[in-house]
């Protein structure tokens, strides 16, 4: 057969998964190791689902996740450290999370990274409002405007940069965050894990939320559950830092941490500010 007598469709590809292909070849360099763990997130979906009844709100269940992310990596700021090309651990006290989102572009569904800047010291509330903004406004954040232009650079100067970026941190940090999170999730129900190939030294990626049976006060109850994969550097972070994180993490989120009405009133926000 022909391929002239073969139905299919030619697309040009497109120039924004370059920075896929560069950041998963640079990320097959690491020594990751990947850890597959389930959060009870039942209370925390009660709390967003009363906010929503209350307000008619909906409020950003990402901006949760990454007010404990702050707060857990906040207890040990290892959990982001990374080594220079000098062989220093650099340790930040602010929590940048570059977490990818869906936005539409010329018409068309796209994801675009954006940085959150010390989502340790912000509230569930403010972060659910940065993201909204971002969301409505993705084409003049610096992020679009920088993987507009970095994107029409040549293959060998993008690789060129990512090798330089990923051996200082203080660049990294500015062009990339310390810390990625990533939602495959919410694009699909059930429970499911994703397995990334990082270039972070911590990466989050949230897979599926499922029903199932739980154990809650010795009584079997239906509980939600959200899949995480927790990806570590393991140059940088041992085992032992690693399960405490998890441990931390998972006592935030499964207290809904940061949910109190009195947190996530669009009053808290502006008295903060």
Known sequence: ???????????????????????????????????????????????????????????????????????????????????????????????????????????????????????????????????????????????SKFINWFVGLPGFLRRLFLWILLKQPHLLKEYYGTVLVSSIGMFGTGSGWGIPVPNHSLQLTLGGIAEKPGVVNHQLAVREYLCVTISLDHDVIDGAPAARFTQRLKDLIESGYGLGAEDIAPEAHALAT
């Open 1 to 143: 057969m022909k391929p002239q007598d073969i139905d299919y469709t030619v697309l040009p590809y497109p120039r924004s998964r370059q920075l896929m292909a560069d950041g998963g070849r640079m990320g097959l360099r690491k020594h990751t190791i990947h850890g597959l763990v389930e959060f009870d997130i039942t209370c925390a979906r009660e709390a967003i689902r009363q906010h929503k009844e209350k307000t008619g709100e909906t409020l950003s269940f990402s901006a949760f996740i990454l007010a404990c992310v702050g707060q857990a990596i906040d207890a040990d700021k290892n959990m982001h450290g990374y080594r220079s090309w000098r062989n220093q651990l650099i340790l930040f006290d602010e929590v940048d999370v570059n977490m990818l989102f869906e936005v539409e572009v010329g018409g068309k569904k796209m994801i675009r990274p954006y940085i959150l800047r010390g989502v340790n010291k912000k509230s569930v509330r403010a972060l659910h409002e940065e993201i909204r903004a971002f969301q409505n406004q993705h084409e003049s954040s610096q992020e």
